[in-house]
Structure formats: C-alpha cells, structure tokens
C-alpha cells in the first residue's frame, strides 16, 4: 500500500518534471526566434 503511494507520487512528479521542461524549452525556442 505504501509502495504504491509513493511510486505513483514519483510517476506523478516525472509527470510534472517532463511537462516542466517542455514549457522551459518551448518559451526558450520562442525567445530566440524573438530576439534574433
């Protein structure tokens, strides 16, 4: 029971990890064809 609570808090906080870093790069690719 607490296994599974804590491998879901970890696949839920991959979830937000991966979903993070395509907003970071999305708005990085968005800046640079701004700014050149």
Not at 18 to 26: E, K, N, R, T, Y
């Amino acid at each position: 029971m607490g296994l599974q609570k804590i491998f879901e808090k970890s696949e839920n906080t991959a979830v937000a990890v991966m979903f993070g870093l395509f907003i970071v790069s999305h708005f990085g690719v968005l800046y640079l064809f701004t700014t050149v």
